[in-house]
């Protein structure tokens, strides 16, 4: 991967993230009452539901992209061969089974959201 690429991807994605949550707070702000008819009109319309899937597909690449940074620093041979070099062995298997366990759980997720969102 291009590490510039990377970068700019898990920044811009946090900006997005704060856009989307400065949106919501206004939402929330300019309401003189806030009632479930209020909110559920609001959360249930095409702009939003859409909006909020787009915020949580750059949330679940946001929260990769970190977790792939931590794996690739720290999960190597000569860090965890620090620790004990009976485990530096194991640190491609401890590493891919890392990435896998938080891709997979990231599908799911994903999957689960979007799901409660346009269900």
Request: net charge positive; aromatic share 22%; hydrophobic share 50%.
């Amino acid at each position: 991967m291009r590490g510039s690429l990377i970068w700019n991807s898990q920044r811009y994605s946090s900006l997005i993230i704060l856009c989307y949550l400065v949106y919501i707070a206004s939402f929330i702000i300019s309401q003189d009452e806030i009632n479930f008819f209020s909110w559920s009109n609001f959360f249930l319309s095409f702009e939003v539901r859409f909006l909020t899937s787009f915020i949580f597909i750059m949330i679940v690449v946001h929260a990769y992209i970190g977790l792939w940074t931590v794996g690739t620093d720290y999960l190597t041979s000569r860090t965890l061969g620090f620790l004990n070099k009976s485990i530096a062995k194991r640190a491609k298997l401890m590493r891919n089974t890392y990435f896998f366990t938080f891709g997979f759980l990231g599908i799911v997720y994903l999957s689960s959201i979007l799901y409660i969102i346009w269900l």
